[in-house]
T-cell receptor, first 114, second 110 residues
Framework: DAGVTQSPTHLIKTRGQQVTLRCSPI?????VSWYQQVLGQGPQFIFQ???????GRGNFPDRFSARQFPNYSSELNVNALLLGDSALYLC?????????????FGSGTRLTVV | GQSLEQPSEVTAVEGAIVQINCTYQ??????LSWYQQHDGGAPTFLSY????GLEETGRFSSFLSRSDSYGYLLLQELQMKDSASYFC???????????FGTGTKLQVIP
């Protein structure tokens, strides 16, 4: 079985541009969460989607948005990029609505804003 | 809100035992998780403690004391490949938000 897949793996954007990151959860998993990890820090929660509905949102500005598709894949969009958005963006999936038994993370998308 | 504190760095010798501590302050507590992350890699789930006590999985063990808002990860028979960052984390229960600690960078030396 394929794990959580994310694309692209690396991305360089200019300030003010927009970016779309993609994630496919493990087959059969209905929930996707997005995290931002700045170098040297722990992952920070951005969004959680379950059964195509937003179930949680972290403390991020409205420039960040996401959606989940009928096949449970997901996209994270960031508008008006800032230098501070440079980070590793992680997607995680879990089979049900509870997170108690651990996420499976994808390898992430390394976003660099110049 | 939720916050988790860990030592920033720990160095240990190959073959030895190391303990990584985590103290937390949460509004609502469901359990404590641990993740390992190698440089450039994704976090990998290691363990989850919902109840007080010690959980053992091979060379790794995790302990929780809910009354002390404290837990630790114990790594035995350290190997060079254990050099990584280790994060404690608390899930929020109904939603899948997980709050991660500050992370502990473990360096295993020969």
């Amino acid at each position: 079985d394929a794990g959580v897949t994310q694309s692209p793996t690396h991305l360089i954007k200019t300030r003010g541009q927009q970016v779309t990151l993609r994630c496919s959860p493990i087959s059969g998993h209905k929930s996707v969460s997005w995290y931002q990890q700045v170098l040297g820090q722990g992952p920070q929660f951005i969004f959680q989607y379950y059964e195509k509905e937003e179930r949680g949102r972290g403390n991020f500005p409205d420039r960040f948005s996401a959606r989940q598709f009928p096949n449970y894949s997901s996209e994270l969009n960031v508008n008006a990029l800032l230098l501070g958005d440079s980070a590793l963006y992680l997607c995680a999936s879990i089979s049900g609505g509870q997170s108690n038994y651990g996420y499976t993370f994808g390898s992430g998308t390394r976003l660099t804003v110049v | 809100g939720q916050s988790l504190e860990q030592p920033s760095e720990v160095t240990a010798v190959e073959g030895a035992i190391v303990q990584i501590n985590c103290t937390y302050q949460t509004s609502g507590f469901y359990g404590l998780s641990w993740y390992q992350q190698h440089d450039g890699g994704a976090p990998t789930f290691l363990s989850y403690n919902a109840l007080d006590g010690l959980e053992e999985t091979g060379r790794f063990s995790s302990f929780l004391s809910r009354s002390d808002s404290y837990g630790y990860l114990l790594l035995q028979e350290l190997q060079m490949k254990d050099s990584a960052s280790y994060f404690c984390a608390v899930p929020s229960g109904g939603y899948q938000k997980v709050t991660f600690g500050t992370g502990t960078k473990l360096q295993v030396i020969p």
